[in-house]
Structures are given as structure tokens and as C-alpha cells.
């Protein structure tokens, strides 16, 4: 029996992707085994929307390569860094195309002739897995693969391809049957995942359908949102369906209208101020998340002020923040690399920049302590609330406790950015 290591580097996106790859391997009579070590073959699926967890997976794969592993390259990094992996790599294969796992004669695969997998999308259609062995209590499901947008900084539909919809009748089959197996919670998927369009039904009417047809699912949520896509309807199916998870993931980028128009975000600052205001006026408890970069080309102080502004009326709970590198493919990374403001200043912003954002999160938390909350215990002494806030559980009682327990507790105070409580009692 062949034996295979899969390593994932990257986003929610890879992590279903390689649980896919896994089913696959599976079918083809795979061991998949814990140690790289042990393996015969080892999958490395990377990220390339940022420059450090693509070199890390790049030099993860380089690595074992040398150590005299075969080495199978998957995801976007497979596509970025497709000429560089060829002289280490067997197999090399782009999202989209990993249905071919199940022709491939594995017992032929040599580095002296790379099998590639990466022009055109060549399938053109994205595969899923329904038959998963072991589920959590909580699992991801990818809606939309690839992404239209062509934002002048991203590389997103350079290396995962345009966008490609699942049909509503896969996406519940594929619910039913997570269900079917003790799953309590699901997450629908996407690079932009209110984009969602398939025979009639866009996002919110997928997101009902769902709520409809499936009748043991706990709890429902979503991300990413492209607050472009971000209409008021969706925000009050969400503030009135109780089953969908009060929590919107809404990356703002930059402040900056100007920045905005050259990154091609296709909206303002006012229009996404509007939009998160009316969640926080309509769903006064629902968790916001974002992502923000700091350094992108011709950023000034007067750009840099404008994210601040942001920032610091939505108070976000959870912020994730980057500086911006230079992708490959893009416009701007093509064109606009010696625009970018000196380390020194750009440092000084991100620093800045978590300073607000941290301050702001604790605002946002401390409205929490003395309220009442039903959580779903995740596991390792953490719940999340039904707006997805994640919440310390100090107490000796969690060690029996089962992760995917619903249990409801008062919130006494906050560890450091982490809300927690004492005592809890089981609901289900």
C-alpha cells in the first residue's frame, strides 16, 4: 500500500481542497499517514495570496524533495511557482484539475518527467468530497472556486481560475450527508462567496434554500463576503433566520477612496461604512471581521488616516492585517512596485494599525461581560457564541465535555482580548 503525507499552507479554501485531494487518494488505495517520513509521496498544497506562506510551502516541498520524497505540488502556489517546481517535483497539479488524481499511474511518476496539470483549467469543472471519513463538528464547504474581480493586486484568478458555481442540489447533498454524520455546524465557502449564482438562485436564495431543506442543521455561516456583493436583504435574512451565525467577514483593504479605485474594489469608503453600520444598527451583538493592508502603492499619510477612520467607527472584534507584497501577474505588481512607501513607514503604519484595531476590539468585547450566551464548544477549553465570538471556558467540567456541545454561560470578563466564563450548563 503507497503511503502519502498532505501538508496544507494557506486559507479555508486549501483545507477543503486537501481533504478533497485525500478522499481521492483514498479511492485509489492511499494510506494517509501523520509523518512526512513515513510517506511515499508527499501532496504539498500552498497558498500564493501572500509571499510568506507561499515561500514556506515552496521551501517545505524543496526540502523533502532533497530528502528523496516524491513530491506531488498542488493549489495556487502549483500554478505561481510552476517553472521552479518542476525540477523537484512529480506531479504538479492547479486547483481546479484534481480529478486527475484518479487516472494517474502513480507507479510511473519520476521527476524526470514532470506529469503538469496547470494550463487553462483544463477540467474546467471543481470536484467535492461527500464521502468524508472522519467529520468535525464543525466543516467547511466550498460554493465558489476562482474569481472574477481581477482587483489590480490580487492573484486570485490567475492561479485558482475564473468562477466556477456548485449547484444547490450538491452543495445540500453534500450538507445531508455531513449531517448525517454528526456534523452540527456548516460554513459555505468562497474566495467571494456572496458572488454565488447557479441556475436562479444567488446567495441569499441558496442560503434559505439550505435553511429549508436541511432540518438537523444547527448552525449555518459564510465567509468571505465582498463588500461590494453586500446588499441590506442579505443582512436581514441574517439578522432574522436564528439558524445563521451572526457574523460577517468583510475585507475593507484600505480606507482610501483612492486607493480603492486604482485596486478596483468596485466600492467606496462611505458605501462600506453604510453597509457595516446598518449590521451593527440592525444586529447589535453580530462579530465583524476584516482584513486590511498597510504599504500598498501610493499610500500617503492622508490614505493611511482614512483606514484609521474605519477602523476606529466600526470597531471591529477581529481584524486580519498585512502588509502588501508584490504579487506576480497582477497590475500592480507589474507596474506599480516602486510606488510603494520606504519599510520604515510602512512598519510604523502596521504597528499604528494593531495598536487601533486592538484597542477597538476591547471596546467591542467588554459590551459582552454580564450577557448571557449559547456556545458551541469547540474543543481545547474554547465555544463560539451564534456570532461566532470565541469564548475562554474556565472550568474543570470541560474535560468530559464533547466538542460540538451546545452549552450556554455568562460572560464574566475578558482574558486579555478573549472573553470568558466560570460555570456553564448543557443545553444539547
Not at 142 to 171: A, L, M, Q, W
Request: aromatic letters at 14%.
Amino acid at each position: 500500500m503507497k503511503k502519502v503525507f498532505i501538508k496544507t499552507f494557506g486559507c479555508q479554501m486549501n483545507v477543503y481542497d486537501s481533504e478533497y485531494i485525500s478522499f481521492l487518494l483514498k479511492n485509489r488505495g492511499f494510506k494517509v499517514v501523520d509523518k512526512p517520513e513515513e510517506a511515499d509521496f508527499i501532496v504539498v498544497n500552498g497558498c500564493v495570496v501572500r509571499a510568506k506562506p507561499a515561500q514556506k510551502a515552496f521551501s517545505f516541498a524543496k526540502q523533502w524533495a532533497k530528502k528523496g520524497k516524491k513530491i506531488i505540488s498542488v493549489g495556487c502556489f502549483a500554478k505561481f511557482f510552476e517553472k521552479q517546481l518542476e525540477k523537484f517535483s512529480s506531479l504538479i497539479i492547479s486547483p481546479k484539475n484534481y480529478n486527475v488524481f484518479e487516472k494517474i499511474d502513480f507507479d510511473n511518476l519520476n521527476t524526470s518527467k514532470v506529469l503538469k496539470y496547470t494550463s487553462d483549467f483544463a477540467d474546467g469543472e471543481y470536484g467535492y468530497y461527500k464521502r468524508k471519513e472522519k467529520v468535525k463538528h464543525s466543516e467547511y464547504i466550498t460554493i465558489v472556486e476562482g474569481c472574477d474581480n481581477f482587483c489590480s493586486y490580487c492573484i486570485v484568478p490567475f492561479v485558482r481560475g475564473r468562477e466556477v458555481y456548485r449547484s444547490v442540489y450538491e452543495i445540500v447533498d453534500e450538507i445531508e450527508y455531513l449531517i448525517s454524520k454528526g456534523v452540527k455546524e456548516i460554513i459555505l465557502i468562497g474566495q467571494n462567496v456572496n458572488v454565488y449564482y447557479h441556475n436562479g438562485y444567488d446567495f441569499k436564495k441558496l442560503l434559505l434554500f439550505i435553511l429549508k431543506k436541511v432540518k438537523n442543521l444547527k448552525r449555518l455561516g459564510f465567509t468571505t463576503l465582498h463588500p461590494r456583493d453586500v446588499d441590506y436583504e442579505l443582512i436581514k435574512i441574517v439578522s432574522e433566520e436564528e439558524k445563521l451565525l451572526k457574523w460577517f467577514h468583510l475585507p475593507f483593504q484600505t480606507g482610501s477612496n483612492k486607493l480603492l479605485i486604482k485596486m478596483r474594489r468596485g466600492y467606496l469608503k462611505e458605501e462600506y461604512l453604510e453597509k457595516v453600520m446598518y449590521i451593527r444598527e440592525k444586529i447589535p451583538d453580530a462579530v465583524i471581521s476584516t482584513d486590511i493592508m498597510v504599504g500598498l502603492p501610493f499610500e500617503d499619510e492622508k490614505d493611511f488616516e482614512d483606514t484609521l477612520d474605519i477602523v476606529n467607527k466600526v470597531k471591529f472584534e477581529n481584524a486580519f492585517m498585512f502588509v502588501y507584497t508584490p504579487r506576480d501577474y497582477t497590475y500592480a505588481g507589474k507596474f506599480w512596485k516602486k510606488y510603494i512607501p520606504p519599510p520604515d513607514v510602512v512598519q510604523r503604519r502596521l504597528r499604528t494599525l494593531i495598536k487601533n484595531v486592538t484597542k477597538n476590539a476591547f471596546e467591542r468585547k467588554i459590551n459582552f461581560i454580564d450577557k448571557e450566551m449559547c456556545l458551541m464548544y469547540d474543543g481545547g477549553g474554547e465555544g463560539r457564541g451564534w456570532n461566532n465570538l470565541r469564548v475562554k471556558i474556565l472550568s474543570k467540567e470541560i474535560e468530559n465535555l464533547k466538542p460540538g456541545t451546545f452549552i450556554k454561560c455568562k460572560i464574566e470578563n475578558l482574558q486579555g482580548l478573549l472573553p470568558y466564563c466560570k460555570s456553564f450548563e448543557i443545553i444539547s
